[in-house]
């Protein structure tokens, strides 16, 4: 399944129905699919006997699908092997929008949530191209360059993937709302701006040879 394919809007329950601020919410595939891609770092919430857990976590998308992995014997991993529901959640903080006063501060951001169950690939060949989408997500072209996975890496690791279907998504942008009676007041108001960038490329010890142009997957972050 390729990551660029178009597939319908989200659809809209009663459990993504935003109850507030409704006018943020966003129903455009693709806008959930760019805050996932650029993210990189989600948060898995679950429950494990009777106890709820949010775990930041590597998080990549493969066409219409969330994947995570991690270690056979990880207690989320086991956790989320079954059929239980669970909420993966990402945030990109765009800016901190300063106001005439303090009630109305606030912040520009781009938020998903995607809810539902996992299930495991099982697959070899979808395992290793799993990792491999991972891998062009970071660092383009860098996959044919490197030791393959061998058989007890595989065994050792568990890749759990979420179909997304039942999510949704809320938008903040532009500058702060202001009371009518506040407008003259003096002090300076707008946004603050706030950008991740990949700002430097330290070279390991053990580093063999150049290193390969990988800006292609962090567009404007990318500031070496």
């Known amino acids: 399944m390729s990551n660029s394919e178009q597939l319908s ?5 009663e459990k993504t129905r935003l109850r507030r601020s409704p ?4 129903f455009d595939r693709e806008a959930l699919y760019q805050i996932f891609d650029e993210a990189m770092v989600a948060h898995v919430g679950f429950v494990q006997d009777g106890q709820s857990y949010v775990i930041p976590m ?3 998308r493969w066409g219409n699908r969330l994947l995570i992995h991690g270690s056979n014997g990880s207690r989320m991993i086991k956790a989320l092997c079954g059929e239980q529901s669970i909420c993966i959640t990402a945030t990109l903080l765009d800016g901190m ?12 951001y781009r938020s998903a949530m995607v809810m539902g169950s996992c299930y495991v ?4 060949q979808d395992i290793e191209q799993s990792l491999e989408v991972f891998m062009e997500l970071i ?21 759990l993937a979420m179909d997304i279907e039942e999510a949704s998504v809320k938008i903040r942008s ?6 009518d009676g506040d407008l003259d007041w003096p002090v300076w108001t707008g946004e603050l701006q706030l950008r991740q960038s990949l700002t430097a490329a330290v070279t390991d010890a053990h ?4 290193m390969q142009d990988y800006s292609a997957a962090w567009g404007e972050r990318w500031s070496l």
């Open 9 to 13: 809007p989200l659809q809209q329950s």
């Open 23 to 26: 006018k943020r919410a966003v």
């Open 58 to 60: 590597l998080v990549w």
């Open 97 to 108: 929008v300063l106001a005439k006063s303090a009630f109305h501060h606030s912040s520009n």
């Open 121 to 124: 690939l099982d697959d070899e």
């Open 139 to 159: 660092a383009p072209g860098r996959w044919p360059h490197l030791r393959p996975p061998n058989e007890n890496e595989l065994a050792a690791t568990t890749i």
């Open 174 to 179: 532009g500058g702060p709302v202001e009371d």
């Open 207 to 210: 580093s063999v040879g150049e």
